[in-house]
């Protein structure tokens, strides 16, 4: 088959603006509004936002675009379009191991990341009935606290939410992904905008800024240049086929780099505004910024319960979240799904029934890492640590890598140039260069300067 009239059997977005939009969901989520703000806090600030920043210009973008790119030409599950486009290209039979990897990825991921927004359903739950009414930050800590040690109300929630991603994911592209992302995502920065209202007014603003905004490299380990660039392939959904999926829906005549680039935007103003937005609050009421997972839940609920409306708002906020959360969830899972429809000829329904069971069942770690398993660790982290450290730090870097390396050096010039159907041959070249240099350089680096290696190569040479 020639790739002009290659199609997807799992169907095709309907306009630009849903790729977008779509694509936007999946990238948006809690990786934006709960783990941004926690690491930054964690990793001091200022320092290590730039050096995020820094990951997303010169990786994120760069494959982006070659995520999208690819998948628009394989228009498969990653897995088949790897196998295709690699025997297109004439290149190693081991490239599909890549998209085998982004399946195994987002399996992983989606079973922790149900459990956290299953924390933001409790606490849908817990703002409608007025629980953090003038509350203290003590007492806001506290609601946080129990939750956590609680495993059967986590397991209740992290049930709910698997099986409301589920039924999404069983409709399929068209019935349920398009629906699902078009009112919420705007919905979700306008409440984020008004929360940012109330930061700039809560006193600490310009602390907060300061510390978001001001580098100061002494408090930046060569761990956290790792978890800054894993964190922008986890908050951008690549390396994982999330992208690639979405872009075997994406029509042909749309422009990838223009929509990446809109999508890298989105994505990056959401977490600086969630960043501004929750700092200031951290600093106001003498809370800790490395206070750890726990951080946007305990600070958020503190605002919420001082502002006019805050029952409204917060609800409102919690319910956007958890929608944030929803459209990225089913992004990790459908490179999986669309892999058992293709491969197994399973239908779409059987199939994601086997995949929510199976992310169920190893969800159930995390929960339990929160509670009874809270003292069983490997190499000093918990389940739940040790499963985000492998797939953010680990995986997802490691699989953007040879995605990068594969748009860039084992696809031909002339497929590229085809697909990407550009008149500015400027900016693909510029493109084209990132992907098959800078990118994978800066991987590299940032991998080995975290373990040291780097370090001791220097001192060898000097
Ligand atoms: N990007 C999502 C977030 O920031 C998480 C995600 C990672 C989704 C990888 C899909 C793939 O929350």
Known sequence: MSENSRSSMHGQWSSRWVFVLAATGSAVGLGNIWKFPYIAGENGGGAFVLVYLLCIAVIGLPVMIAE????????QSPVNTMKVLSKEEGRSR?????GWSGVLAGFLILSYYSVIAGWALNYVIEMASGTFNSSSAGEVKTVFEDLLSDPLKLTIWHTLFIVATMVVVARGVRGGLEKAVMLLMPALFVLLIILLGYAMNSGAFMQGLAFLFTPDFSALTGKGVLIAMGHAFFTLSLGMGAIMVYGSYMRKEDSIARTSIMIVIADTVVALIAGMAIFPIVFANGLEPGAGPGLVFQTLPLAFGQMTGGLFFGTLFFILLLFA??????SLIEPAVTWLVENRNMKRRTASIVCGVATWALGMGTVLSFNLWAE???FDMTFFELLDFLTANIMLPLSGLFIALFAGW???RESKLHEMATRHLFAFNGWNFLLKY???????????QSIGLLEQLIEKLS
């Open 410 to 412: 084992a696809m031909s």
């Open 376 to 378: 069983v660790k490997l």
């Open 438 to 448: 800078v990118t994978p350089l800066a991987v590299t680096v940032v991998f080995l």
């Open 325 to 330: 959360a929803w459209s990225s969830s089913i």
């Open 94 to 98: 081991l490239w599909p191991l890549l």
């Open 68 to 75: 999208v790119m690819v998948g628009r030409r394989g228009r």
